[in-house]
């Protein structure tokens, strides 16, 4: 329950994020019609869900891709965090 709960935080803070990143949050509905270019990992200690988007936003722009769905979260001492690129 909680890995949601920050999940979805991430896709919140990707809305609501000034950036200049161009690659956004998807829904798993709305990866269904994407074409996947793969995936992409970050790991971090003492950060937070914002800063977490930030480098898996950062990571799918230099691959490519417009999109991108967080697939796992793992969050303590050190976040991890993955997540399917798109296009």
Do not use: C
Not at 53 to 67: N, P, V, Y
């Amino acid at each position: 329950m909680k890995r949601n709960i920050i999940i979805a935080t991430l896709g919140l803070a990707s809305l609501l994020s000034f950036g200049a990143s161009a690659a956004t949050v998807v829904s798993a509905d709305q990866a269904q019609n994407m074409q996947s270019l793969g995936s992409v990992s970050v790991s971090q200690t003492a950060s937070s869900p914002m800063s977490i988007r930030e480098q898996l936003s950062a990571k799918a722009d230099q691959a490519g891709a417009s999109s991108y769905r967080v697939t796992e979260l793992q969050e303590g001492d050190t976040w991890h965090a993955t997540a399917e690129l798109y296009k």
